[in-house]
């Protein structure tokens, strides 16, 4: 399985440690606020609203270098939003995985 990084966040802070602690601050901030209302969605049975949150949850997995799960995530986007649950557990690892990264910053 591919494995989070800050290659991403390093080329476009460059030499800016600054900038780049506000890049993590915020994704530190926001990613459990989004992985809690696309669940809340999602239990809720809101697909069209837990599709919104995927949506905004898969630039951050590709912000960490995460191609496969951000492919993984883009089809899982377009499911939910035709109201399709399919592959929810791949999805879940990937929210783990760079869930447990972001908290190891």
Do not use: C, W
């Not at 993984?72 to 649950?85: Q, S």
């Amino acid at each position: 399985m591919e494995q989070p990084n800050l290659t991403y966040i390093d080329q476009i802070s460059g030499d800016d440690d600054e900038f780049k602690k506000k890049i993590i601050t915020i994704i530190q901030k926001e990613l459990p606020l989004e992985i809690a209302a696309y669940h809340k969605s999602l239990e809720s049975q809101n697909y069209k609203n837990a599709a919104e949150y995927v949506h905004k949850l898969k630039h951050k997995i590709s912000i960490f270098g995460l191609e496969k799960g951000y492919d993984i995530t883009n089809e899982y986007e377009t499911d939910l939003f035709n109201g399709i649950i399919k592959s929810p557990n791949e999805f879940e690892s990937i929210l783990q995985l760079i869930q447990r990264f972001v908290n190891s910053l």
